[in-house]
Structures are given as C-alpha cells and as structure tokens.
Nanobody, 126 residues
Framework: VQLVESGGGLVQPGGSLRLSCAGS????????MAWFRQAPGKEREGVAG???????RYADSVEGRFTISKDNAKNTLYLQMNSLNSEDTAMYYC?????????????????????WGQGTQVTVSS
C-alpha cells in the first residue's frame, strides 16, 4: 500500500490541526495503523496507534490532546491534534501493518509496522 500524509503546516501554540493518511488500497486490509513523529536530532517516536478491535494507545506526551481515528470507507487514517505546543513540532509519519489484533503494548513500536508514508511537517510556533 502507498500511504500519503497531508494536513501538516504552521500553527500557533494552542492551535489545532488534523492530519490525514490516505491509502492507495483498502486500508481495512491493514488492521493496525499508527502515527509516528520525528523531530530534528531526535529518534522517531510513536504518537498514537490503533488496532482492529479497536483499541487506541497514545504517547503520554499527547494523551488527552490527540485523537487517532480510521475511516475505512474513505481509506483514510486521521490524527486530530489539539492544544499544540512547540514540542509537537516534528515530521509526522503514517504507518500500517496487516495484523488486526496487535496488542496495545506494541502499537507505538516502529518495528510493528512495515508500511510507511513519506511524512508531513508540523510546526508549532508563534
């Protein structure tokens, strides 16, 4: 599958953005999907992941501010981001894996996923 992210941009602190990840094929074939991010000089980190149950898991740093959702009819994964701050500045990547029942403990681990998008930049600045 080809994954294409969109929706990034420049936003002021406290603002919101919604990222989208469109799949080139039926993303229902991919039971587990996630968003990762990588800031300059830092390692890629899992932000939010969701399996087919669905069970969602979030990084502590975004819990209560970000929401991951999947619309199989539109072949799109979303990440709603609210109350953004400068530490959210990063390149955001969409990821997918076929297993449907990935345990929650693995949802934010990069090696869980074998399909990746090219990323969309999010910059939080005044």
């Amino acid at each position: 599958v080809q994954l294409v992210e969109s929706g990034g941009g420049l936003v002021q602190p406290g603002g919101s953005l919604r990222l989208s990840c469109a799949g080139s094929e039926d993303i229902d074939n991919y039971g587990t999907m996630a968003w990762f991010r990588q800031a300059p000089g830092k390692e890629r980190e899992g932000v939010a992941g969701i399996n087919a149950m669905p069970i969602a898991r979030y990084a502590d740093s975004v819990e209560g501010r970000f929401t991951i959702s999947k619309d199989n009819a539109k072949n799109t994964l979303y990440l709603q981001m609210n109350s953004l701050n400068s530490e959210d500045t990063a390149m955001y990547y969409c990821a997918a894996a076929r297993p449907r029942w990935t345990p929650a403990s693995s949802l934010l681990i990069a090696r869980t996923y074998n399909e990746w998008g090219q990323g969309t930049q999010v910059t939080v600045s005044s």
